[in-house]
């Protein structure tokens, strides 16, 4: 018995190259319009649910029954051998450039072979929106999402056919839609990125789609009206040109499950409008530049997300992030035209049109063709074993943390390791938790900073120094300061972290509070308890602007704890962030206008040695470390060195009054 061929609905190929266009668009140039362009997914599901279910109900009244078998077999040629390709090759890159981007690889080469990749990632706590150090195959989360929909999808159909009627079947599958969106937002305030890969919590666009099939009875044939041929398009194109729309929205990962599931349910109207009998959208949706994507939008959508990681990371040593460069993002755009272009006619259609074995067969017959096509067979044999070893090399070298969690780490121990150390001479030992108030750290304000009249004057280390005149009276100029670590509270991110190594090393005894993704508001409050318990010392350093924008009012509450007889060090920030200019304007602006305040330029300090910080461009490896803390000491001792200098100059006036007064007596 045949099985009836795949239904061919005018306009979708073209609204596949809208939905492609808007995922490679949002991830090859994150900076332009298209922030939510992530949106192209619930397109593509949408499609998905819609076609597979049109496709079963063509065959179910044609053959009796759903060829299981058959159908799983036309999904395994035309999913699979692309897929093969994409991750083999994008794993062989990444072991020719090495480092972090090696690090879960193992992991994600079995999800994209078992099709669970979501489930995997979930797992592992990766994370779809961060960007510090993206996952080489991450875009195949939604194609394992698919790929579980055909394999449990053929077998439930049946069951939702026992309801008789077509309107029924459509609104028991938009209530599975909505119990998977309600299910989605309870999830999502507490785990984005669980919520966005779970089949469960994004199965709603999937289920739109099969509701628009079986509620339009999709397996049959419509007449056309005056409403198809008219109406239905033009609603059609509102709601096309509205999916970009939405497609544009900042922000649109926060408000998950909102925005997809308005996509979503846009696409079904513009799939309905397209397919409608005697429709011109569909027509117009299907001129040939969109319909030569939308053919090869599996293909395009597979290969543009390595590629732009490991061309990103090839030209200029860092992770994809919201700053790809504009020529990375170009190249990787045209090497992803070219390579899916090559893998529809090379690969994806000879296994499609003649299956596995067919094509193996095919394969052997050139082997045994003319020097010309043997050559060429050959060749694609030496690829294929180049490439699979180039993936087992690569799963073997995998590093098991990547640089930037090993430097934080490190940070950590040097902590931990000083916390149990005995107490120096000079002062309290250091923990990265909030001591308790002692003597050293409730140290008294510097005494010149209340009274530089005082005759005795005070060297640069804050001690008091009786000799530092000349023969005649005159004072001697000041010695450069170097406070005592003694002296510092630091309350800082994952980047001070990282570097309390260097930190303890040229501040020894400095008091350390700083831990991974904490923000301003996180540090306000640390700082107020610390306030509270008696044990800030005299300079208060504070880093904590990696995370995000700056909060004013958390700013001013840290000023206000800290007082006036104290000195607080704000720490800017550096990471290829778009909010990184505004903090470090911000940090600025606010020593500016604040009394007590002063800025630590780590951007400046740091700029002229990336290869001083980890993979991710942010966190300082060992000697980055020790930049860091030159960066924050030189910072403290510049606000002594100025005591110091206006103590001199007062001392000066003073000596200068009084032989004066001598000369003229």
Do not use: C
């Not at 289920?207 to 109406?231: F, K, N, Q």
């Not at 090393?505 to 008696?534: F, K, N």
Request: glycine residues 10%.
């Amino acid at each position: 018995m045949t099985t009836p061929t795949a239904p061919r609905y005018a306009g979708l190929d073209g609204l596949r190259a809208v939905a492609v266009l808007l995922v490679v668009i949002y991830h090859l140039f994150p900076a332009w319009f298209l922030h939510s362009g992530f949106v192209g997914v619930d397109v593509f599901f949408v499609i998905s649910g819609f076609l597979i279910t049109s496709l079963l109900l063509r065959e179910r009244p044609a053959t009796g029954r759903i060829a299981l078998r058959a159908f799983w077999t036309r999904r395994a040629r035309r999913l699979l051998p692309a897929l093969a390709l994409v991750v083999t090759v994008s794993a062989t890159l990444a072991w020719v450039i090495g480092g972090d981007v090696l690090v879960g690889l193992g992991r994600q080469v079995l999800g994209a072979a078992t099709f669970s990749y979501n489930w995997t990632s979930i797992g592992a706590g990766a994370s779809y929106f961060g960007s510090a150090e993206p996952e080489l195959l991450r875009n195949l989360w939604s194609l394992a999402v698919e790929e579980q929909f055909y394999v449990l999808w053929p077998l439930l159909l049946p069951v939702l056919l026992l309801v008789k009627r077509p309107w029924l079947r459509a609104l028991v599958a938009l209530a599975l839609a909505a119990a998977s969106a309600l299910w989605g937002f309870a999830v999502a305030g507490d785990a984005l990125t669980r919520a966005y890969y779970g089949t469960d919590t994004h199965a709603f666009g999937l289920l739109i789609g099969v509701a628009l099939a079986v509620g339009t009875g999709a397996g049959g044939r419509r007449p056309a009206t005056g409403w198809t041929r008219v109406g239905m398009p033009v609603a059609g194109a509102l709601a096309l040109v509205t999916l970009v729309a939405v497609a544009s929205v900042p922000g649109g990962a926060d408000l998950y499950p909102a925005v997809p599931l308005a996509a979503s349910l846009l696409t079904a109207v513009v799939i309905a409008a397209a397919t409608a009998p005697g429709a011109w959208l569909g027509r117009a949706l299907d001129v040939a530049p969109l319909r030569w994507i939308g053919e090869r939008s599996y293909g395009i959508y597979l290969w543009h997300w390595p590629l732009v990681v490991l061309v990103t990371l090839a030209a200029t040593g860092a992770f994809v992030d919201t700053a790809v460069p504009v020529a990375a993002g170009l190249a990787a755009g045209v090497l992803t035209l070219a390579l899916s272009a090559v893998s529809y006619r090379m690969l994806e259609q000879p296994v499609r049109r003649l299956g596995f074995a067919g094509a193996g067969r095919a394969l052997v017959a050139r082997l045994r063709s003319t020097p010309v096509r043997r050559f060429g067979a050959i060749a694609s044999l030496t690829a294929g074993l180049l490439v699979v070893g180039g993936t087992t090399a690569a799963v073997a070298a995998a590093p098991a943390v990547s640089s930037s969690e090993a430097v934080v780490e490190a940070g950590r121990q040097a902590l931990t390791a000083a916390s149990v150390a005995p107490a120096p001479p000079t002062g309290e030992g250091v923990s990265d938790a909030a001591p308790a108030p002692d003597a050293a750290a409730t140290a008294a304000p510097d005494a010149a900073a209340t009274d530089a009249a005082d005759p005795d004057r005070l060297s640069g280390d804050g001690a008091v120094d009786r000799s530092a005149t000349g023969a005649d009276g005159r004072p001697r100029p000041p010695a450069p300061a170097a406070v005592d670590g003694t002296r510092v509270t630091a309350v800082g991110d994952s980047v001070m972290l990282a570097s309390a190594a260097g930190l303890l090393a040229r501040l020894p005894g400095v008091q350390i509070d700083a831990e991974v993704s904490r923000s301003m508001w996180a540090g306000d409050t640390i700082v107020q308890q610390l306030a509270a318990q008696g044990a800030l010392r005299e300079y208060v350093v504070v880093g904590l602007g990696t995370n995000g924008p700056v909060d004013a009012q958390a700013l001013q509450q840290i000023y206000d704890a800290v007082g006036r007889d104290r000195t607080l060090v704000l720490v800017n920030a550096a990471a290829p962030r778009d909010w990184i200019a505004g903090v470090n304007s911000d940090l600025a602006a606010f020593a500016a206008t604040h009394a007590g305040v002063v800025v630590a330029d780590w951007a400046q300090a740091i700029a002229p040695h990336p290869d001083m910080l980890a993979g991710d461009r942010i966190h300082p490896g060992p000697q980055g470390g020790g930049v860091y803390a030159d960066t924050v000491a030189a910072a403290i001792d510049g606000v002594a060195n100025q005591r110091a200098e206006v103590r001199y100059q007062v001392e000066l006036i003073r000596w200068a009054a009084d032989e004066a007064l001598r000369a003229a007596g």
